[in-house]
């Protein structure tokens, strides 16, 4: 049970988020919830209602682009405000791209950098400044950081960023903090099915052992272990994704 803990869920008004924060509220835990974008605002408040109607506890939204460093520290500090203390914070911003490198504009590669890269930056730093003894921070990235693709140079790169800054943050911390990454595959979700066209998205499902896409379900258990019973385990990044890819040995 979550009872007497706060987390911090970013990217919370759709899909992973939206399912992480609603299985973390069950078990009792008070909820921030951030969206980026002031059009998800209607549906966040909505939830953030739901689930103070149905789990009791206390949750509040916050609203901002976490590329930007007042951002995330008022996002943060609106949590300690209102809770007292942060105990988990996880991180589900992130931008796709599928391109080819040779095609891809300057203006593209700095804005998946500072969605995916410095957003991430600011969030670890933070975290690391202001959770709880014994907290746990857990960023997603994506199991094609195991692939040999086309098209997402970019984005490979920039979620190859997050896993090692993570990395280093669980060795550098003088807390009692882990510090890990959940690698999906590639998921039932609008994230994907804008950037794939339907022939490879069949190919991916030939990939896993169960023969479909990975489910938001399928990934709410893992973060829910890795903050609860998992605390031995830091650093690492645990590809979630029935077979489809695996880092190399």
Not at 10 to 22: D, F, P, V, Y
Not at 66 to 82: G, P, Q, R, V, Y
Not at 133 to 138: D, F, K, Q
Request: charged letters at 25%; one cysteine or more.
């Amino acid at each position: 049970m979550f009872a007497g803990k706060s987390t911090i869920i970013t990217g919370a008004n759709k899909n992973l988020g939206k399912q992480t924060a609603i299985a973390f509220a069950k078990e009792g835990s008070d909820i921030l919830l951030h969206y980026h974008s002031s059009s998800s605002a209607d549906e966040t408040s909505k939830l953030a209602k739901e689930l103070i109607s149905d789990y009791k506890v206390k949750t509040i939204v916050f609203q901002g682009d976490l590329s930007t460093e007042k951002a995330t520290t008022d996002l943060f500090d609106l949590a300690i405000k209102s809770f007292g203390k942060v105990d988990y914070a996880i991180n589900n911003v992130g931008m796709v791209l599928r391109k080819k490198l040779s095609e891809i504009s300057l203006d593209e590669f700095n804005k998946m950098f500072s969605v995916n890269v410095t957003a991430s930056f600011l969030f670890m730093r933070e975290a690391e400044r202001k959770l709880a003894e014994n907290g746990s921070v857990v960023m997603l990235t994506t199991s094609l950081l195991g692939a040999y693709c086309d098209g997402y140079s970019v984005y490979q790169a920039a979620k190859s960023a997050v896993y090692w800054m993570c990395k280093t943050a669980s060795k550098e911390t003088t807390k009692k903090i882990t510090y890990n990454c959940v690698s999906p595959g590639p998921m039932d979700t609008p994230f994907l099915y804008g950037q794939e066209n339907e022939h490879r998205i069949e190919f991916f499902k030939t990939q896993a052992v169960e023969q479909r896409l990975t489910e938001v379900e399928d990934i709410v258990p893992i973060i829910k272990f890795i903050v609860k019973d998992g605390k031995w385990m830091t650093g690492q990044n645990l590809y979630a994704n029935n077979g489809f890819t695996a880092p190399s040995a």
